[in-house]
């Protein structure tokens, strides 16, 4: 079975980097029929999707934060990360990993769990 | 991007009844090279992530029951609940994956009457 964990700190100060990773269990990051996503949900709000990334490295970025946004692929650790730089309060959420079913245009059947980060000084 | 409109923001339904959940998109998000609308809905509950539950608008993921279905085309879909059970209550979000950014509805929580 399929499982995906997020780790991070979960509070970063305001204008400095959020760094998360998501560890894959159960399969490989390396297989060719997979995209892999990050995706948020402020506290009591909706969901926003932040990028997705396949393991040759290619990625999606969501335009309202692709300027802040890098995400990167460790295929020796089976493992995919977000670094978001120069976090306001805005940017306090749970962040969640997950995979998309089928490649780039596909739903996202798999989901970690979930991290909450949040931003304060 | 392609905006997505959910109604109602809130729904409550007495035990055993239908429940009905619209999704209209901005933009149409059906491929005319297959034929799919690149829609989906997610069911998320208190403290956890959401989970898929209907994919190309109206393909059940597995193991979901069949008292959820899929239907629409285009813009406009609905996500029904035949028969509601007490464990489904939670917010259900539709999402179109057709080009990115991928975008979620707001969602529709969903209570007992």
């Known amino acids: 079975q399929l499982q995906l964990q997020e780790s991070g700190p979960g509070l970063v100060k305001p204008s400095e980097t959020l760094s998360l990773t998501c560890t894959v269990s159960g399969g490989s990051i390396s297989s060719s029929s997979y995209y892999w996503g990050w995706i948020r949900q402020p506290p009591g709000k909706g969901l926003e999707w932040i990028g997705s990334?396949?393991?040759?490295?290619?990625?999606h970025y969501n335009p309202s934060l692709k300027s802040r946004v890098t995400m990167s692929v460790d295929t020796s650790k089976n493992q995919f990360s977000l670094k978001l730089r120069s976090v306001t309060a805005a940017d306090t959420a749970v962040y969640y990993c997950?995979?998309?079913?089928?490649?780039?245009?596909?739903?996202?059947?798999?989901w970690g769990q979930g991290t909450l980060v949040t931003v304060s000084s | 991007d392609i905006v997505m409109t959910q109604s109602p923001d809130s729904l409550a339904v007495s035990l055993g009844e239908r429940a009905t959940i619209n999704c209209k998109s901005s933009?149409?998000?059906?491929?005319?090279?297959?034929?799919?609308?690149?829609l989906g809905w997610y069911q998320q509950k208190p403290g956890q992530p959401p989970k898929l539950l209907i994919y190309w608008a109206s393909t059940r993921e597995s193991g979901v029951p069949d008292r959820f279905s899929g239907s629409g085309s285009g813009t406009d879909f609905t996500l029904t609940i035949s028969s509601l059970q007490a464990e489904d209550v939670a917010i259900y979000y539709c999402q179109q994956y057709y080009t990115t950014p991928y975008t979620f509805g707001q969602g529709t929580k969903l209570e007992i009457k």
């Open positions: 990334i396949y393991y040759s490295g290619s990625t």
């Open positions: 933009q149409t998000v059906l491929y005319n090279s297959n034929n799919k609308n690149s």
């Open positions: 997950a995979r998309l079913s089928g490649g780039a245009y596909t739903p996202l059947d798999y």
